[in-house]
């Protein structure tokens, strides 16, 4: 059973640089086909897809944080990071990292086969 955890501070001043850290177990991130995805929720609304590493190490990001936003991964030590740039309060969420074959289930949310607990991080002004 793959197991995600996430890791990381759970406050960022405004303007700084959020970083987070799934570590997977149970599975490898190389896994054909497999997508490895960070998604958060900010209080009170819904689900925001912001990007995802492939099993090959491609990358894509949500049209509307590209310019902010990184995903990377170490393959020996099985983790994929995010690093989310100059934010402010409205960045403040929970942020989870997901993981299926079905990139539609990430990119909206729904159906995703494997969830981490989710970190929340909140951003001060």
């Known amino acids: 059973q793959v197991q995600l955890q996430e890791s990381g501070p759970g406050l960022v001043k405004s303007s700084q640089t959020l970083s987070l850290t799934c570590t997977v177990s149970?599975?490898?991130?190389?896994?054909?086909?497999?997508?490895w995805s960070w998604i958060r929720q900010p209080p009170g609304k819904g689900l925001e897809w912001m990007g995802v590493i492939a099993y090959d190490g491609s990358t894509y990001y949500s049209p509307s944080l590209k310019s902010r936003t990184s995903i990377s991964r170490n393959t020996h030590n099985n983790q994929f990071s995010l690093q989310l740039r100059s934010v402010v309060p409205e960045d403040t969420a929970v942020y989870y990292c997901?993981?299926?074959?079905?990139?539609?289930?990430?990119?909206?949310?729904?159906?995703?086969?494997?969830w981490g607990k989710g970190a929340l991080v909140t951003v001060s002004s």
């Open positions: 997901a993981a299926d074959q079905n990139w539609y289930a990430l990119v909206s949310g729904t159906g995703v086969t494997y």
């Open positions: 149970g599975g490898s991130i190389t896994t054909h086909y497999y997508a």
